[in-house]
């Protein structure tokens, strides 16, 4: 019962430097979402896809780009990372589920566990 | 330009009390309102949601209470428990994805208060 799952956990990187950051669902969604949380901030979305094929800009897109591999997988890639990218980055898929008392639908975002990232 | 906000940073709260948790938004275009619980290292999880057209809904101790007019939403915790001390987000959203078609739901969050339940 895995649920979103973020891969890695905590990276460290030098300014410049690229990555890739991993996100898989096994619950079938449609949906996905790449967020960064930052202090005082809240979650702010960096981007998103409805649907397998398509991918959208969020909030605060500049300095990412995302690929969305199937309709399992949602990464996120830095190309050339900078200190203001030092942040918790949080991957969501979305569906419709039964929740609560009695037959009642609500969309639901399901959250990863995050990635610690910090650029140095 | 923070369009939904929680102004307290954080809550303090007796065991056994009630907590409150408040939430104001700016833009009139938001219709549907979810409220996620956050624990230290994990990702924010579904608590409770409103859409426009109530001004209340309830799950069991959870109690979320929408004015429309005011744009502000408010969550209830009663009684509360030492397991809900956690970081409480509002989130807000224009136009959830009709019953037939699931889309892509872009939702916007406050800052977060941590509640902090005393025994």
């Known amino acids: 019962n895995a649920g979103v799952t973020q891969t890695p956990k905590f990276q460290v990187l030098k300014t410049g430097q690229s990555m890739t950051l991993q996100c898989a669902q096994d619950?079938?969604?449609?949906?996905m979402y790449w967020y960064r949380q930052d202090p005082g901030m809240g979650l702010r979305l960096i981007y998103y896809?409805?649907?397998?094929?398509?991918?959208d800009k969020g909030e605060v897109p500049n300095g990412y780009n995302v690929s969305r591999l199937n309709k399992r997988e949602f990464s996120l890639r830095l190309e050339s990372a900078a200190p203001s990218q030092t942040s918790v980055y949080f991957c969501?898929?979305?569906?419709?589920?039964?929740f609560g008392t009695g037959v009642r639908f609500v969309d639901i975002q399901y959250f990863g566990a995050g990635t610690r990232l910090s650029v140095l | 330009d923070q369009q939904v906000k929680q102004n307290s940073p954080s809550l303090s709260v007796q065991e056994g009390r009630i907590s409150i948790l408040n939430c104001d938004y700016t833009?009139?275009?938001?219709?549907?309102f979810l409220w996620y619980k956050k624990y230290p290292a994990e990702g924010p999880t579904f608590l409770i949601s409103?859409?426009?057209?109530?001004d209340k809904n309830e799950d069991g101790r959870f109690t979320v209470f929408l004015n429309k007019s005011a744009k502000h939403l408010s969550l209830h915790i009663v009684p509360s428990q030492p397991g809900d001390s956690a970081v409480y987000f509002c989130?807000?959203?224009?136009?959830?994805?009709?019953?037939?078609?699931?889309?892509?739901?872009?939702?916007?969050f406050g800052q977060g208060t941590r509640l902090t339940i005393n025994p």
């Open positions: 896809s409805a649907s397998e094929g398509t991918t």
């Open positions: 989130a807000a959203s224009a136009h959830p994805p009709p019953i037939i078609i699931q889309g892509a739901q872009k939702l916007v």
């Open positions: 409103i859409s426009s057209i109530k």
């Open positions: 969501a898929s979305s569906g419709r589920s039964l």
């Open positions: 619950m079938n969604h449609n949906s």
């Open positions: 833009n009139s275009m938001f219709d549907y």
